[in-house]
């Protein structure tokens, strides 16, 4: 069973435009979670995180949003560049442990 | 970026041979993590450890298994590869600090034929 998922297997968007990327989970003891971007041929990149305490975090282009009560969280990139096409996954980490849980990914493609 | 390497970056080996996947890390970090990505199911976790001697089981461990006899190497052993240990394995490091991100290795692309 599944308990971090992304539905969207891929996102096209065009350069300057928002891109809205989600994750859903099911595991109410997640009390923390992360973004990750992949290149081709490359190891993933910690990208922005949220703690379960807040609904909101920035970091520049990027905002995570956390709504707990529809156990849902959403990546926005503004504005959207040719350089973010890559794969994003979204990952949940249990206050029980250190592991991570991640989704399928999302394919973002940002086309100029 | 975290000092992390692992090695060998790309290997092709036969079903049935053992393979040892190499993880090491330059910071120091406490806590190193195997993971295996495959189409259609992103990062999958096998094992990780907690440091010197301790290591658990994460959701995709039959088959494998591992080892740390150093903060900075961790080990992935393959005892017999088969077909569907075709994949890329990445290793993660992260540190005691609360909350932890987890900073990544580049990954080996292991082919079992």
């Known amino acids: 069973d599944q308990q971090v998922k992304q539905n969207s297997p891929s996102l096209s968007v065009q350069e300057g435009r928002i891109s809205i990327l989600n994750c859903d989970y099911t595991?109410?003891?997640?009390?923390?979670f992360l973004w990750y971007k992949k290149y081709p041929a490359e190891g993933p990149t910690f990208l922005i995180s949220?703690?379960?305490?807040?609904d909101k975090n920035e970091d520049g282009r990027f905002t995570v949003f956390l709504n707990k009560s529809a156990k849902h969280l959403s990546l926005h990139i503004v504005p959207s560049q040719p350089g973010d096409s890559a794969v994003y996954f979204c990952?949940?980490?249990?206050?029980?442990?250190?592991?991570?849980?991640f989704g399928k990914g999302t394919t973002l493609s940002v086309s100029s | 970026d975290a000092g992390i390497t692992q090695s060998p970056r790309h290997k092709v080996t036969e079903t049935g041979t053992p393979v040892t996947l190499r993880c090491h890390q330059t910071?120091?970090?406490?806590?190193m993590y195997w993971y295996r990505q495959d189409p259609g199911h992103g990062l999958r976790l096998i094992h990780y450890?907690?440091?010197?001697?301790?290591?658990d089981k994460g959701e995709v461990s039959d088959g494998y298994s591992v080892s740390r006899s150093k903060t900075e190497d961790f080990l992935l052993t393959l005892e017999s590869a088969t077909s569907s240990q075709t994949s890329v394995y990445f290793c993660?490091?992260?540190?005691?600090?609360?909350?932890?991100?987890?900073?990544f290795g580049p990954g080996t692309r292991l082919t079992v034929l």
């Open positions: 993660a490091i992260s540190g005691t600090g609360f909350p932890n991100e987890q900073f």
């Open positions: 595991n109410s003891m997640f009390d923390y």
């Open positions: 949220i703690s379960s305490i807040k």
């Open positions: 990952a949940a980490r249990s206050m029980a442990g250190t592991a991570l849980i």
């Open positions: 910071e120091n970090h406490r806590y």
């Open positions: 450890s907690y440091g010197v001697k301790d290591t």
